[in-house]
Each structure stands twice: as C-alpha cells, then as structure tokens.
C-alpha cells in the first residue's frame, strides 16, 4: 500500500493486534480498539521515543495491571497488526514496529478514553456521536485503572492482495 492507502485504511480499521514479548519470551498477542493522532512536534514525544515522518501514531488504552503493559514495562517494542479481509484475494493490512510509550496521568488517560469510544460509538462510514453524560462519568472512572499506549513507528509492512488481480 502507499503511504496514503495505508492512513485511509488505519483511518478504516477499529481494532489492532498488538504483540508484545511476555515474561517466558513468548509472543503475547491482544486484541485493542485504537484512534490515530497527529504525531507532536519533536521534543513532546519524551526522551524514549522519536518521532517519524509519518503523520499519525496510533494510541489505545488499556488496564494498567494487563500483562502487556507489564510486558512493554520490561521491553518498550511491541508490534501491530491491522488487518481486513476474509478470502485470499481480499486480504489487506499493515505491521507496524513500534516502540511504546506508557501515559499514566489520568488527564491523558480520560481524553483517550472518550476519544476511543466516541470513534466506536457510531457505526463505520458515520460522523461520531457525541457520548452521553452517562458514558463519559464511567469512562473518568475506568480511567484510574487504565493508562495510554503511543506506539511510536519504527518501521511498516503492508499488503493489499486486490491488487493482485488474482494472480497469486
């Protein structure tokens, strides 16, 4: 895929498989909803991470105490697989590796939180819908338990098997 085609299909995709090496060294896999950010200037990103050409990051939310954040705690790479199609001739993605970023304040936490949900709150190809009250006092509460992924690009593969035009 271009550049283009692969933002057009992130913009796209709800849900990512985030890989991340667990305490036996074994690859540990997890399903994450994600949004896609603009990338900060250089200097905001911290001092573990640089920024990239690309334009966006890709963040998602999780439980702090969830084997991948201990799992990134150890080893700040982790890779990321998005992906659609269900024939051989329809399969499209993107892998990308990362490195991660673990955001703890709570500020940071509540804003992606209502970001994520309000992105999946509508169904695809719709403007979001704004989240009632309700949706957003329980996500300030799941907040204190939760912390921000940044996965920061290093490198990207992507495939688009449409393109073969049926020759394998």
């Not at 084997?67 to 998005?82: F, G, S």
Request: glycine share 6%; proline share 5%; with cysteine.
């Amino acid at each position: 895929m271009s550049a283009v085609e692969a933002r057009a299909f992130l913009d796209e995709e709800r849900t990512v498989t985030c890989a991340t090496i667990g305490p036996r060294g074994w690859p540990h896999l997890m399903p994450l909803w994600y949004v896609l950010r603009r990338t900060a200037p250089a200097g905001e990103l911290g001092s573990m991470v640089t920024p990239t050409d690309h334009d966006v990051q890709l963040w998602a939310w999780t439980y702090g105490a969830s084997q991948k954040v201990r799992n990134v705690e150890r080893d700040a790479r982790a890779t990321l697989q998005i992906e659609a199609g269900e024939l051989y001739h329809e399969l499209r993605g993107v892998m990308l590796e990362c490195e991660v970023a673990v955001h703890r304040d709570l500020e940071t936490v509540s804003a992606l939180g209502r970001e994520i949900l309000t992105r999946n709150a509508a169904p695809r190809g719709e403007p979001p819908v704004e989240l009632p009250a309700d949706a957003v006092t329980a996500i300030a509460k799941q907040a204190a338990k939760r912390v921000a992924l940044q996965f920061v690009e290093l490198r990207r593969s992507s495939w688009d098997h449409r393109k073969l035009g049926g020759v394998y």
